[in-house]
């Protein structure tokens, strides 16, 4: 196993959309452990293969305390979605040190593929909805910070450019 490049944001390749997978082999089993040992390192509650410049639909996630309930969802799709809405703090393993309010259902219904190709449907709310929800705005080429004002996104992506030119400098 190994780290992965995580993108920052602005990075254009964070918009990219990501295609369906279409063959489990060993190097998508590889793949997806080399994304787990990336997240956990971060450390991180959910990284999508986006993240690591890899464009297809697949995300990771652990919600648990003890780092051991890894969950991978390939090719998921959100079936249904509560009317009702919450407010979650969220923050982004591409915008670290970010955290901001972004609204979304409280409750989703969803449906994937696991590592061997095999479906399966998940009822989630609270933190594995938002999860699940921010995860899946990755696949589609959006950034949480998209769901904020263009007052708040220019001010983090001003921050994020500044850092990485200090990260260059050295």
């Not at 915008?95 to 989630?124: H, M, N, Q, T």
Request: aromatic share 6%; proline share 4%; with cysteine.
């Amino acid at each position: 196993m190994s780290l992965l490049n995580i993108l920052r944001y602005p990075d254009v390749r964070l918009h990219k959309i990501a295609k369906p997978v279409t063959v489990f082999d060993t190097r998508l089993k590889k793949l997806i452990a080399d994304m787990a040992e990336t997240m956990y390192d971060a450390p991180g509650i959910g990284l999508a293969a986006s993240q690591v410049d890899v464009h297809q639909q697949l995300l990771i996630l652990d919600i648990s305390e003890t780092n051991d309930q890894l969950q991978v969802f390939i090719n998921p799709e959100i079936t249904w979605a509560s009317e009702e809405k919450k407010i979650y703090d969220e923050g982004c393993l591409s915008v670290p040190g970010v955290y901001d309010g972004v609204e979304r259902p409280a409750r989703i219904k969803a449906r994937a593929l696991d590592a061997d190709g095999k479906s399966f449907e998940v009822e989630a709310e609270g933190l594995l909805a938002v999860c699940l929800q921010h995860e899946m705005d990755h696949l589609k080429g959006k950034v949480f910070v998209e769901y904020l004002s263009p007052l708040k996104r220019n001010r983090i992506k001003t921050k994020m450019l500044k850092e990485e030119r200090d990260l260059k400098r050295g």
